[in-house]
């Protein structure tokens, strides 16, 4: 995949890749390719893609995992035909599209899917009834990994949203080394699932709320044994918005992460703004045990 020397006539080889990942796609559904190459690059509706982008059961979309998205070159699995010079920059999918009513996303990943190297920004506004866009919508799926992603670039939207789906198939999905900044919501999950998330190794910064509604979401050393090591700060509404009512019994696991403030401020009224964990159920426990200081921690 290459949208600077790619054509959609071509056969789809490193030599000849195709120019558009909605091609690619396409054509890995008729011939079974479960691996798709992507050169840095922008990919958006001018160069012919169609938004969202449905990542197939099994396929995996790979583009500059190591820059996560930013760099290119020799961070990138693929950079180029073999013989050009390698390309740098972003590896950029820049679109969103609806999907069913009142989802505008630029990424839907089906189960055992990948996507994990890219910078993603779904240029849209707010689509009607204050609806906010997303860069990444999970819905009645399974297995999904998200890894060594930049997702950023969305004030009235969502950076991973998990749809209102009640998912009763058991295999966790895996978010993991990504940067999900400058949204309005870094990470939201609305979904009821059987088995729990792994969420580990992010950043989720800058966002008016970092994380919202993290039941079911393994942030650190619970049920699916996420090493935690997320950096949750200068998010500034709450680093972690947790709503609920005052006798609602959740838990989260949140171990091993680094803080605005450690311990981690509380508030349970949503009075405040700026602390790390927002919850108004006085039967909420958060196990946040074995974490510190975000590096430029916001106080």
Known sequence: MDSISGNNSNAGTKSAPYRTITKAIIASK?????????APGTYDKSLGETF??????????YGDYDGKGLVGGSSSLYAGPPGTTPKTGPTWINGGGDDIPHVNATIIPNNNSQIAGFKITNPNPDIPDDY???????QNFVSIKIKNNTIT?????????????HVTAVGHNIISGNQLTFNYHGIINNGIRASYDKVEN?????NYIGIGSPIGLDLGQGPTGSAGNNTISCNSYNDIWIPGNGNET???????????????????????????????SNATL??????????????
């Open 250 to 280: 959740q838990i989260i696991y949140a171990m091993n992460n680094n803080w605005d403030h450690f311990p981690p401020q509380i508030s349970f009224d949503h009075s405040k703004a700026g602390l790390d964990i927002g919850h108004v």
């Open 52 to 61: 969202p982008i449905y990542i197939p059961d099994g396929v995996n979309l």
């Open 30 to 38: 008729a011939d079974g390719t479960k691996v798709i190459l992507v």
């Open 132 to 138: 906010s866009v997303r860069g990444i919508s999970i």
């Open 202 to 206: 992010n950043v989720i910064s800058k």
């Open 286 to 299: 958060v196990y946040y045990e074995d974490g510190g200081l975000a590096p430029n921690a916001c106080k």
């Open 153 to 165: 670039g969305m004030p009235l939207g969502i950076g991973i949203q998990y749809e209102y789906y």
